[in-house]
Structure formats: C-alpha cells, structure tokens
C-alpha cells in the first residue's frame, strides 16, 4: 500500500466524518412548524356569506354596488390591506318602515 493510497483513504474518512457531522447538527435542533398553525376549516364571516351570495349572482354581481364592495374588501384581505366595514346589506323592498307615507299620499292628505 503506497503514500497516495493512505491519502485517499483518510481523505474518505474525512469525508464521511464531515456527512456524519453535518446529519447530526441538522437534526440537533428543535423542530417547528415553518408554518404557524391555521385552523382547518375557516370560520365563515359575513364576508363570505356575502362572496357566496355575489357568486349565485353571475354576471349580474358586476352591476350590484354591494357585490362591488364585498369583491374590494376580499381584494384588500388577500393582499394584507386593513380591514374595512362593509355597508350595510339592503332593506328588501316588502321592508317599508311603519311610519312611512304611501308614496300617492302627502302629510297633508291623509283622511
């Protein structure tokens, strides 16, 4: 066995020393989540309700002012923006308030 052949071999040694140190630093450490723990299932909010009831629109969410918002404020969710409050959904037509007057009547008409 000549000079270059002891070389070589404790070059392998050294290698394989190196590999055995580098596994045992790598798996010295604590182990966490490169992810913080999320909820499976998200909680449903107002907000998507809301993008539920804009999606069974169609293309009709388009031209609905309130779909309009809900899709911003999803826009603004996504890209980490602040939160804003959505209006106020609308009063359905059969909703008039008690104390309205017909629209053929005036106050001073009324019997």
Do not use: K
Request: aromatic share 4%; net charge neutral; hydrophobic share 40%.
């Amino acid at each position: 066995m000549g000079r270059s052949d002891i070389f070589r071999a404790l070059g392998i040694v050294v290698l394989i020393g190196v590999f055995i140190a580098s596994v045992a630093a790598i798996n010295r450490g604590p182990v966490t989540p490169a992810v913080p723990d999320v909820p499976a299932t998200s909680t449903p909010d107002g907000l998507s309700a809301e993008l539920r009831r804009c999606s069974a629109l169609g293309p009709q969410d388009a031209e609905d002012p309130r779909c309009q918002a809900v899709w911003e404020e999803n826009r603004n969710r996504f890209f980490g923006r602040p939160a804003r409050p959505l209006p106020p959904p609308p009063m359905p037509d059969s909703a008039a308030p008690a104390n309205a007057l017909p629209t053929h009547q005036t106050p001073g008409d009324a019997r």
